[in-house]
């Protein structure tokens, strides 16, 4: 038994810099400057304009699936989990990184 699934090919340009949770457009490479209304703000972190967090790969995936699929919240997904947590293995040794 054979279980396969489509292959969608799309091209990625600004899918990192767009603010999926905000809903920026998404150009393609060359088209005309963009204003985005989220940043990453850290290596591996993006905050929304709405100041929410989520992992940046988390944010440029979710562009990219907006890109091929661009009715995807039309079609049952509310929105992307996130409730960031610092870990800190430190902090019960009273030497916290994050100090």
Same mark, same amino acid.
């Given at each position: 038994?054979?279980? /396969? /699934?489509?292959? &969608?090919? +799309?091209?990625?340009? &600004? +899918? /990192?810099?767009?603010?999926?949770?905000?809903?920026?457009? =998404?150009?393609?490479?060359? @088209? %005309? %400057? +963009?204003? #985005?209304?989220? *940043? $990453?703000?850290?290596?591996?972190?993006? %905050? +929304?304009?709405? !100041? $929410?967090?989520? *992992?940046? @790969?988390? *944010? !440029? /995936? #979710?562009?990219?699936? $907006?890109?091929?699929?661009? @009715?995807? =919240? @039309?079609?049952?997904?509310?929105?992307?989990? #996130? *409730?960031?947590?610092?870990?800190?293995?430190? $902090?019960?040794? !009273?030497?916290?990184? #994050?100090?």
């Amino acid at each position: 038994m054979s279980i /396969s /699934s489509p292959t &969608y090919l +799309t091209e990625e340009s &600004y +899918t /990192s810099q767009s603010s999926a949770l905000d809903g920026d457009s =998404l150009p393609a490479y060359g @088209d %005309k %400057k +963009t204003l #985005f209304q989220g *940043n $990453r703000i850290a290596r591996g972190l993006y %905050k +929304t304009a709405q !100041g $929410r967090l989520l *992992n940046a @790969d988390v *944010n !440029g /995936s #979710f562009n990219i699936m $907006r890109k091929v699929i661009p @009715d995807v =919240l @039309d079609q049952g997904i509310k929105g992307l989990p #996130f *409730n960031p947590v610092v870990l800190d293995p430190l $902090r019960m040794t !009273g030497l916290s990184a #994050f100090e």
